[in-house]
């Protein structure tokens, strides 16, 4: 969302070559992906124009997918500014990012504008801060088709892929690249101070800018697979953000979104599981260190203790806080997740029962 008042630089990021992050409602914001000397000016340029267009009919996506992807304006006490969603179904309902909407999301206006230039203000199904994601819905599509959802898990890295959107507000854009990396964790600031995890998500270095978020990165057959959430920026000697992509583009995975999507429609909230644990935010080689134990709560029931160093959990070896994030966000209450970890010089292992806040 292009926010219609300036956005401070990062305090905590410094001079030299680090990347800003940003999300359309965010403007310039940190988030909590450690990349090690990004150096963008050394970096050599690479060519993508073979894999981007040679092998995706780029043309043919724009004209059949831009029916189904629109623009958002959102006016509220929160701000005003514009970003991207695409029809999901037959019964108007859009998809998009949460910081998209959260303007208005307490009162407000948010309107539709589909790729014809017609216009309509929709209503706000459900929200979820956590996954940045939201649901709209509008009382009649014109006739614009639902995207059709193709398959995030069989997303292979290298592959093209193409980007639409209305970044910086400029309607029906579309911009193509490669997917760059796959099952990115990436921490993103969310409502009232809060954070929001972009899980497993599609990193790429097809142009995402803001206003793009909440867009659709389709696949060579026109099939969402990702949810363009947040990109970075590299800061300029001043400290500020310099404008435009650098490549560094992320998507939340189509799979998951639509896990969501049916939550949202169907309930018009998400209710996500619940660890009952707090670990060190600091990563240590040996695990996560246990801080506290909620009382009674799933991980007090499963053992744990104050003290406990997690090596791995849910089958993956324990090197982020996020993890733990990642954990409630992909189970519901009355999953089940395995914990491994040492006590005193001793390895243990236990089934965690994810319960509900």
């Known amino acids: 969302m292009t926010m219609t008042t300036p956005q401070p630089s990062d305090p905590g990021t410094s001079k030299g070559g680090m990347p800003h992050w940003f999300g359309p409602a965010l403007g310039v914001a940190a988030a909590a992906l450690a990349i090690a000397a990004l150096v963008i000016a050394l970096l050599p340029d690479h060519d993508t124009t073979q894999a981007a267009t040679g092998a995706c009919p780029v043309t043919t996506i724009a004209e059949n997918e831009l029916p189904s992807v629109v623009t958002i304006q959102v006016a509220g006490a929160g701000g005003s500014g514009t970003g991207s969603g695409e029809i999901v179904d037959s019964a108007g309902h859009v998809l998009t990012n949460n910081h998209v909407i959260a303007a208005a999301a307490s009162g407000g206006s948010i309107d539709v504008i589909f790729n014809d230039g017609s216009r309509q203000r929709a209503r706000l199904v459900g929200r979820d801060p956590q996954t940045d994601l939201a649901v709209l819905q509008v009382q009649q599509t014109d006739g614009h088709r639902p995207i059709r959802f193709g398959s ?155 003290g406990d160093v997690i090596t791995k959990l849910d089958g993956k070896a324990a090197g982020g806080a996020e993890q733990l994030l990642e954990v409630t966000l992909t189970h519901r209450a009355g999953d089940s997740v395995t914990i491994t970890y040492e006590r005193q010089g001793a390895t243990h292992e236990t089934r965690l029962v994810l319960g509900s806040r």
């Open 152 to 306: 995030s898990h069989a997303v292979r890295v290298g592959q093209p892929v193409v980007a639409l959107g209305a970044p910086l507000g400029l309607t029906s854009t579309v911009t193509s690249g490669i997917v760059s990396a796959r099952d990115r964790s990436v921490q993103v600031p969310a409502d009232q101070g809060g954070t929001a995890l972009l899980v497993a998500a599609i990193q790429t270095d097809a142009a995402i800018n803001p206003g793009n978020s909440g867009g659709a990165l389709v696949d060579c057959a026109g099939e969402l697979i990702g949810i363009p959430t947040a990109g970075a920026s590299v800061p300029t000697e001043t400290g500020g953000a310099s404008a435009g992509s650098i490549g560094l583009g992320f998507a939340i995975p189509a799979d998951f979104a639509r896990s969501i999507l049916q939550d949202l429609i169907a309930h018009g909230s998400v209710t996500h599981g619940f660890v009952g644990i707090a670990v060190d935010a600091t990563p240590t080689s040996a695990g996560l260190i246990v801080t506290a134990v909620t009382p009674g709560g799933p991980a007090a029931q499963a053992g744990l203790e104050v």
